[in-house]
């Protein structure tokens, strides 16, 4: 659109177009930002911010919080908790753990990954053995075993997804959902076999995760 036709649907003048367009339009009223907005078929919207008292939230937010939860409930079980452990040294994203936990009673380290949103499973679950192997390898020096569990955010998307496909889901996560919570909440024994669970940072809590047989 030539400023002459955007002029002739505005009714703002050709010179002032041209000061607004080289950023000279601090002092333009609403109004004039409405009329571009429709004339250019991107409408114009404004909003009051957040309060600048108020620190920013973090991007990852909502993944940060359950991560807190889970290392929360590590140092109140006496373990020690990795955040974003690193499985293989210089590498690029992809290869870190969300909570690595440490436990020194029952010498395991248990791989924990906390999904927000499910939106590739196949590829999830071959990160996640990836992860795994490649803890095994920082495990192996103390002669401890690798354990590991899913925490997926108590969503309307994340339970479409188990609705769907229940039968995935066992035969991915053969250990009890209920052992695991009881692992990560009260400090008992994590499972031989991996386990998939709820968690849910708004109401501070890890559920079991039941599927639609009632396992």
């Not at 004039?32 to 991007?59: I, K, M, N, Q, Y």
């Not at 937010?61 to 293989?88: D, K, S, W, Y």
């Not at 927000?116 to 002669?143: I, P, Y």
Request: hydrophobic residues 40%; aromatic residues 6%.
């Amino acid at each position: 659109m030539t400023l002459d036709e955007l002029a002739e649907r505005t009714g703002i003048g050709r010179s002032r177009l041209q000061e607004l367009e080289a950023g000279g339009g601090a002092t333009a009223p609403v109004r004039t930002w409405f009329a571009l907005g429709a004339a250019l078929d991107r409408p114009f919207a404004a909003g009051f911010s957040r309060d600048l008292a108020v620190p920013p939230e973090p991007a990852d937010a909502g993944h940060l919080a359950a991560q807190e939860l889970v290392l929360e409930l590590a140092r109140a079980a006496g373990r020690t908790g990795l955040f974003e452990l690193p499985t293989r040294p210089n590498a690029r994203d992809g290869s870190n753990i969300d909570v690595g936990l440490r436990d020194d009673r029952y010498q395991v380290l248990i791989v924990i990954e906390i999904w927000n949103r499910l939106s590739d499973m196949g590829s999830a679950s071959r990160s996640t053995q990836r992860k795994r192997n490649e803890a095994e390898a920082l495990a192996s020096f103390r002669g401890y075993r690798v354990a590991s569990c899913w925490l997926l955010v108590d969503t309307a998307a994340n339970r479409e997804i188990v609705r769907r496909y229940p039968a995935v889901l066992r035969a991915m996560f053969a250990g009890s959902s209920v052992a695991w919570v009881g692992c990560l909440v009260d400090g008992g024994p994590a499972p031989a076999e991996s386990g998939i669970a709820w968690v849910d940072p708004r109401s501070h809590r890890i559920r079991p995760m039941r599927l639609r047989d009632g396992t």
